[in-house]
């Protein structure tokens, strides 16, 4: 009986504090997926206004075109940098005009063909701080520890609150830490068809799932910095929303889009976004309590 009981006390923390395995706190399965199947290209195609489509299946890169040279928002897994410099040449856009590249977070799956991207078209990258530390080290610095990517050198360091402008577009940084550091959602507004749109593009909220939340010593203050980009989330008030991984709000709407469809085949109904944040929200308040339950050993 004693026995068991030590055996029991000896298993528990392997069982309750999940080690990252080689590829962090991502699954084998997730691994293969943004590898394989969500990091093919698909053929380029205009959003709304001067945004462009020029990302993967299932990971986004997005195209803001301006008279002055164009901005890149997020350039996808390492092996999609070809794929995104062939994308904005298809629009006939050239790559060689762009001149910015942002970013929503720094995870290998967003930014991974920045390094190449930066090589081909000489575009300067911007970043905020916590992420470009990440970026120059090549290194997954959040809490999911997931691969690395080739490095690459940041020119710029935006702030919270402060914008990027070129030619006619201005985007304005939100930054909203927890699902890394430095994760930074993106706001701007586009004029089409007579009307204005308010356009986000989310940095990602909540840490992936794996790691603790409360008690963690490599990030002491995730709970509270996560719960603090929710309240900021909550107060956008988007008419459209372009993610990180777009498949399923793009779900049978590509066709729609290419065509110029009008209402925009993305457009929210009011109060969509903030339900949704609220979600996001109550499911990481649960994640809170059980990581509360794990470490006081209930
Ligand atoms: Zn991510």
Redesign the pocket.
Known sequence: MRRLAILIVLLMPLVVFAQAGPGGFISSEQDAQLKGPWSDGVEPFPIIANIYYVGGVNISSYLITTPQGHILMDTGMPRMAKTVLANVEKLGFKPNDIRLMIS??A?V??IGGHAEVKKATGAQVIASAEDAKALEAGRDM?P?E?DGWPAVRVDRIIKDGETVTLGTVTLRAVLTPG??PG?TTWVTTVQDGGRSYNVVFPG?AAP?GGPLVVGNPKHPNLAEITLATYGKLKQLNPDIVLQ?HPQQAFMGKVDAMKKGARPHPLLQEPGTWLKQQEQGEANFRKRIEADKAKMSGR
Do not use: E, K, R
């Open positions: 929503s977070h995870h799956d967003h959040s999911v997931y699902h890394t994760a990602g992936n990180g």
